[in-house]
């Protein structure tokens, strides 16, 4: 399926599945896990102490965005009937997180960040825009999502701009 079929939701409504759901639920949670943990440690690599302090609390607001996530996928398996639940408690303890991204100073490391992001960001629009037409909460579960990335997104922007104040021009 394309990017246009999804957008304009022109494919049979009988393809979309709350398993689909739950299973890009489940995705996007492993990926902010993922992006979470890489906050941490780069907040662990920043070189003074203020870089560190925002970089923790960007990290906060993230758990934020995972226990959305978290929640439902809880709501939405329970919907399916489908037994997602109990796979979801084993991924919640050996969650497959990829190793942090790297940089070659705090900026860099930042714009890992920012990028990674964004395009979690760029996914939950696409996602909201998908499911709106046929489950109208879950397009407001992927707004509120959008929305937190975006406040994210700014925080770690400003991170980055006080780190190398030429950078993002």
Known sequence: MGFWERLIGSESGQSKDTRELVHDLMTSYSD???????IRDHAEH????????????????QDHVVQLLHDAIKAYAERANQGLQSQQDKNDQNAD??????????????VHDLEDNQALMKRYTEQGIYW?????????????LEQEKSRIGARLRDIALRADSHALD
Not at 32 to 38: F, I, K, P
Not at 46 to 61: C, D, F, I, K
Not at 135 to 144: E, K, R
């Open 32 to 38: 902010e896990r993922g992006l979470a943990q890489q």
């Open 97 to 110: 997180v990829p190793p942090p991204k790297g940089g070659k100073n705090h900026w860099a490391r930042v």
């Open 132 to 144: 709106d037409p046929e489950l109208p909460d879950v397009g407001v579960l992927f707004l509120s």
């Open 46 to 61: 920043s070189p003074h102490q203020s870089g560190q302090q925002q970089l923790r609390g960007v990290a906060t607001a």
